[in-house]
């Protein structure tokens, strides 16, 4: 994690905080821990060119995943060749 160097204040409803500090209990984390993963979750850490990456790898449609013996075999006959 880079240098922390910005303070913000967040006021917060008697709930809200409530509900904060029994999650990072049970995580065992500070509840300031909580609100960095949540600004992360919600508006990524990474660039805008990471961030449109990502979306379009998990947007992309589903697909079957190989049997690993017969991607094995396929990966050992393709680096066969290459020798």
């Known amino acids: 994690m880079s240098m922390l160097t910005h303070r913000l204040q967040v006021l917060l409803d008697p709930a809200g905080y409530r509900r904060l500090a029994d999650e990072a ?3 065992g984390v500070p509840i300031a821990r909580l ?3 949540a600004l992360d979750a919600t508006y990524g850490s990474g660039s805008p060119a990471q961030r449109r990456a990502a979306d379009k790898i998990l947007g992309a449609e589903r697909m079957e995943v190989p ?6 075999a396929e990966l050992d006959e393709a ?3 290459r020798a």
Do not use: W
């Open 79 to 81: 680096r066969a060749s």
């Open 35 to 37: 609100v960095r993963d």
């Open 25 to 27: 209990r049970r995580r």
């Open 67 to 72: 049997d690993i013996e017969a991607l094995r």
